[in-house]
T-cell receptor
Framework: DAGVTQSPTHLIKTRGQQVTLRCSPK?????VSWYQQALGQGPQFIFQ???????QRGNFPDRFSGHQFPNYSSELNVNALLLGDSALYLC????????????????FGEGSWLTVV | QKEVEQDPGPLSVPEGAIVSLNCTYS??????FMWYRQYSRKGPELLMY????GNKEDGRFTAQVDKSSKYISLFIRDSQPSDSATYLC???????????????FGQGTILTVHP
């Protein structure tokens, strides 16, 4: 059973460029959330997708956008990159309407390391 | 003030010690409490999950939630060098339409267990 998979694992971009990160959720999961983790900090919630719609959004500017596909996979797009966007970007998946139990919890991928120079 | 406060440490203990990690929070809507372990340059790995108040034990790990005090703890017994990692507490309130709302994390505590 594959867990949450993310690509690419590492990438370097120049200020002002655009980047797209990809995520495939764990088998059986239909909800995908994205987080940004700066060095030495806990992950910060960017947004959550369920049924191909953005359901919740954290305190991030409109430069951050996303998409969820019918197969539940998701993309995170960041436009007009800033140096401060350098971080580990994490994808998390869960079952959107599953019963609340220890079997329905949130799992994270290994992340995509983005460096903006 | 942050919604979730966690002492970043670092915390250094000898092998075999009992480790206590703690978080406090201010949002009374939080119902789901998790502890994640994160090794260097890796994604967070779920360790413990607790709903509402109470204790939960899994092997060497015990999670405690005290909602009246807005305080959660993770205890690690017989700590091992392989436990050396960053430990993140995370919390969530239920959100309409999905089982989970966003996770709000603490800053993470860096733990080193030395032989």
């Amino acid at each position: 059973d594959a867990g949450v998979t993310q690509s690419p694992t590492h990438l370097i971009k120049t200020r002002g460029q655009q980047v797209t990160l990809r995520c495939s959720p764990k088998s059986g999961h239909d909800t995908v959330s994205w987080y940004q983790q700066a060095l030495g900090q806990g992950p910060q919630f960017i947004f959550q997708y369920y049924e191909e719609e953005e359901r919740q959004r954290g305190n991030f500017p409109d430069r951050f956008s996303g998409h969820q596909f019918p197969n539940y996979s998701s993309e995170l797009n960041v436009n007009a990159l800033l140096l401060g966007d350098s971080a580990l970007y994490l994808c998390a998946s869960s079952a959107g309407t599953g019963a609340m139990s220890s079997g329905n919890t949130i799992y994270f991928g290994e992340g995509s390391w983005l460096t903006v120079v | 003030q942050k919604e979730v406060e966690q002492d970043p440490g670092p915390l250094s203990v000898p092998e075999g010690a009992i480790v206590s990690l703690n978080c406090t929070y201010s949002n009374s809507a939080f119902q789901y409490f998790m502890w994640y372990r994160q090794y260097s340059r890796k994604g967070p790995e779920l360790l413990m999950y607790t709903y509402s108040s109470g204790n939960k034990e899994d092997g060497r790990f015990t999670a405690q939630v005290d909602k009246s005090s807005k305080y959660i703890s993770l205890f690690i017994r017989d700590s091992q060098p392989s436990d050396s990692a960053t430990y993140l507490c995370a919390m969530s309130a239920r959100a309409g339409g999905t089982s989970y709302g966003k996770l709000t994390f603490g800053q993470g505590t860096i733990l080193t267990v030395h032989p």
